[in-house]
């Protein structure tokens, strides 16, 4: 009885997310968990606060295989291929998951699992097919794609992270999110890798209200009630799909206090934030990579890094503004 607006707004008291990778994984020693409050010898790789796995896992018996076949044709990473009824258990997972009690705001991505399944049912193309054929193509994103690996070389691909528990191995060119590995790479909250110009044509063709190169792709309506933001919804700055500025300058914020209420974007687990502001007519990326070598570096969320920098941008053009009107005046 969730809707698709509370989903894209990260109010349907869904989970904020399911590991289902350790389904994959084993301790190779029966007398030990897969996981310890504690760190310790076995137990050195951190997943968390207060959360440790195991450093000696197995993959469980007949669920990984080293080539693809019709029996695991789901690439996961190099030489790691799982069978496709993984997709279906993590739906099913997803289905089964229970919801919080309290309808507030919690990120969470599992409902965006279930976006790429809805897009499939109605479009009769998978989700990377068919924001291929409608969206980027047309705009001329050459770089902007799942599965990157399947149209360029490695070496064009900055690394990703050394992943020592779960795919164990260094990720690159294949996604991060554990979850959107096992869905073959293509998911609804995860797996589109880009560069910085094909990302600036994306978010210029949202600024020019749906328009890009003269054809339109979205209705300037659709974009204005997703990016609005819900300002009756209590302590949920969010729009649908997209994030908005904090109103409240006392907590964080995904971007900078100067970036005007009429904007909007979205930041990465991996250090990456985009971010759209009508106002200034300004389209801000920041593309870097903080879990290289591992996720536990928190350092670009601690010194605020991506909205410092977003600051900086907006200085220079309040600075450029007040010189040009000091310049009129004097003029005048």
């Known amino acids: 009885n969730i809707v698709i607006e509370d989903i894209l707004m990260h109010q349907a008291r869904l989970q904020s997310w399911i590991p289902f990778y350790y389904s994959l994984l084993k301790p190779v020693f029966n007398s030990q968990s897969l996981f310890d409050d504690s760190l310790s010898d076995v137990y050195s790789l951190r997943l968390g606060a207060g959360l440790y796995i195991n450093r ?75 924001t291929s054929i409608q969206f980027y193509r047309k705009l001329g994103t050459d770089r902007l794609c799942f599965n990157p690996l399947n149209r360029y070389a490695e070496n064009e691909i900055a690394p990703t992270e050394e992943d020592q528990y779960f795919r164990k191995q260094l990720i690159r060119g294949t996604v991060h999110d554990p979850g959107a590995a096992m869905m073959g790479g293509v998911s609804g909250h995860a797996g589109l890798f880009s560069n910085a110009n094909d990302l600036a044509k994306l978010f210029q063709m949202y600024l020019n209200g749906g328009v890009y190169a003269g054809e339109r792709y979205i209705e300037s309506e659709t974009l204005e ?96 503004r007040a010189m040009e009107a000091l310049s009129v005046k004097d003029y005048r």
């Open 56 to 130: 000696y896992t197995k993959y469980s018996v007949n669920e990984v295989a080293a080539f693809r076949s019709e029996l695991f044709p789901l690439e996961v990473a190099e030489n790691m291929y799982i069978g496709s009824r993984w997709k279906d258990s993590i739906y099913i997972s997803i289905a089964n998951s229970p919801l919080r009690e309290k309808k507030e705001y919690l990120y969470s991505d599992l409902g965006f699992y279930l976006f790429s399944f809805m897009i499939g049912i109605l479009t009769d193309q998978s989700l990377d097919e068919y």
């Open 225 to 320: 009630l997703f990016t609005r933001g819900f300002l009756g919804v209590k302590d949920n700055r969010r729009g649908l799909g997209f994030d908005k500025p904090e109103p409240d300058t006392t907590k964080p914020g995904p971007a900078c206090l100067d970036a005007s209420p009429l904007s909007y974007g979205h930041s990465g687990f991996t250090g990456t934030l985009v971010w759209n502001d009508p106002e200034y007519d300004l389209i801000y990326i920041f593309l870097s990579n903080r879990i290289f070598p591992d996720a536990t570096n928190n350092k670009l969320l601690e010194m605020n890094i991506r909205t410092n920098v977003q600051q900086v941008v907006y200085d220079a053009i309040m600075d450029r």
